[in-house]
């Protein structure tokens, strides 16, 4: 099964619009970590955030915003007046404290198109 | 600070061949991770070395197989390739340590398998 589920596949919107995408996870797991990662299409993954299971308070990072709710096992990623330069593929991943290395489990990613 | 470089970053083989991918961590990182993304399934864990050693593995058959170097230098090795082996392999290093499953992980660009 799943751990990490992006259901959304694909998103258009139209410059400035805001945007949220969506993550679920599960795990058994009292501890651990759920990260945002940026896809360009240069094929690097860039980091955006790190969020631990104890954490969740929600964050704000410039456009962007992330709302993590336990209740929910829920880790959305909401970019506010969207441009044209964050069209890309994100993913959304959880890490286990349980595992001993660094094995993340990764969504199937939302590509976002941002259209001008 | 350079960042994690993969190599070839293109190449096509055909059916039944084998192929040696590399990775060089940046400098003073000494966990290596490899994973295989595909249209539709996303990035998919293979393993993770640290320090020489296997640490962690995903659910790939044996023709996958890896390697890390006194350097941190990794290499991944796929023989007796399959159509379905054509995806995008990614690298991935981080600091590692015993405890730190959590670290960020940093990324290279990828090595784009084909398969004919």
């Known amino acids: 099964a799943q751990k990490v589920t992006q259901a959304q596949t694909e998103i258009s919107v139209v410059e400035k619009e805001d945007v949220t995408l969506d993550c679920v996870y599960e795990?058994?797991?009292?501890?651990?970590?759920l990260f945002w990662y940026k896809q360009p299409p240069s094929g690097e993954l860039v980091f955006l955030i790190r969020?631990?299971?104890?954490?969740?308070q929600n964050e704000i990072s410039g456009r962007y915003s992330w709302n993590f709710q336990k209740s929910t096992s829920s880790f959305n990623f909401t970019i506010t007046a969207s441009q044209v330069v964050d069209s890309a593929v994100y993913f959304c991943?959880?890490?286990?404290?349980?595992?001993?290395?660094?094995?993340?489990?990764f969504g199937t990613g939302t590509s976002l198109t941002v259209i001008p | 600070k350079a960042g994690v470089t993969q190599t070839p970053r293109y190449l096509i083989k055909t059916r039944g061949q084998q192929v040696t991918l590399s990775c060089s961590p940046i400098s003073g990182h000494r966990s290596v991770s490899w994973y295989q993304q595909t249209p539709g399934q996303g990035l998919q864990f293979l393993f993770e070395y640290f320090s020489e050693t296997q640490r962690n593995k995903g659910n790939f058959p044996g023709r996958f197989s890896g390697r890390q170097f006194s350097n941190s230098r990794s290499e991944m090795n796929v023989s007796t390739l399959e159509l379905g082996d054509s995806a995008l392999y990614l690298c991935?290093?981080?600091?590692?340590?015993?405890?730190?499953?959590?670290?960020?992980?940093?990324f290279g660009e990828g090595s784009r398998l084909t398969v004919l």
């Open positions: 795990t058994r797991d009292t501890t651990y970590y």
């Open positions: 969020r631990n299971s104890f954490d969740e």
């Open positions: 991943a959880l890490s286990e404290a349980a595992n001993t290395g660094n094995q993340f489990y």
């Open positions: 991935a290093s981080s600091l590692g340590g015993l405890a730190v499953n959590t670290g960020e992980l940093f």
